[in-house]
């Protein structure tokens, strides 16, 4: 479960986004074949969370469309060429025409596409990167008016002062976009991450409790996400601790140790 902490201006901050699955082929990814059932048993009638869907194609975007419960559809725009096939089974080209199809769908059906700049802080493919390619690819969705970019460290190999300036550059240039950081890190190095992104403007984070997962489709040795918790432990740091059920929260991470595997 991923969870996008959305940072207006400060102080006030809200849980926004629930990240509870994909639509994208179950042969690809086994484990996501019962999303829909799990969308069928979600009582939101009482909750502020916004659900966000990941779609690899436009038929995983017309599909996920259908839900009224979905608010956000996210697609994954790596900039690197190697990493685009394996994650999408696309060119990097093929994937930026899918992702007009797909704000198309978003307009059509009253949804918001957030866009992952995957790959965004380097890649172990040897493919070219350069923080001007990150400048260019954030430009071109700009054109596309995508309203959210996600910067995504798909392998954990930021560091503070590269986080610092891709939030110092971009948030002031593209002041119509909300910019947020989808970082992975182990957990020695996750708050410094944290602190580089918050005091260089970023606006969002996506977390997931206690940092299980990673991306399936990139490096044999998975880094895990930004821990929901250590977040959270840096923003009461700031005092900007956002409006959220502390109770069900802590029942949260005990229940993550029965339902995710211990691996």
Request: net charge negative.
């Amino acid at each position: 479960m991923i969870l996008s902490q959305r940072i207006r201006n400060q102080p006030i901050l809200i849980f926004d986004t629930i990240d509870f699955g994909s639509f994208v082929s179950t042969k690809a990814i086994p484990q996501l074949r019962d999303t829909v059932d799990v969308l069928k048993k979600l009582d939101l009638s009482t909750s502020r969370s916004k659900l966000l869907a990941i779609v690899a194609n436009t038929r995983g975007a017309e599909e996920a469309a259908l839900w009224d419960e979905i608010t956000y559809l996210g697609f994954p725009l790596s900039i690197s060429e190697t990493f685009q096939r394996r994650n999408t089974n696309k060119s990097i080209y093929e994937a930026l025409r899918t992702l007009e199809d797909i704000q198309s769908i978003c307009k059509r059906k009253n949804k918001v596409l957030v866009t992952y700049i995957s790959m965004g802080f380097g890649n172990p493919y040897s493919d070219p990167f350069d923080v001007g390619i990150v400048e260019h690819f954030t430009d071109l969705l700009s054109r596309l008016e995508v309203k959210i970019i996600s910067l995504a460290d798909t392998i954990g190999v930021s560091e503070p002062d590269q986080i610092q300036y891709f939030f110092k550059t971009l948030v002031p240039k593209f002041p119509a976009i909300e910019f947020g950081a989808h970082l992975h890190s182990s957990p020695a190095k996750a708050t410094e991450k944290i602190e580089a992104a918050y005091l260089s403007g970023c606006q969002r984070f996506d977390g997931a409790i206690k940092g299980f997962g990673g991306c399936p489709m990139a490096e044999d040795e998975l880094v895990g996400n930004l821990a929901t918790e250590t977040i959270l432990a840096y923003l009461k740091s700031k005092n900007t601790l956002p409006n959220m059920d502390q109770v069900e929260f802590s029942k949260a991470l005990v229940l993550a140790d029965s339902v995710f595997p211990k691996h």
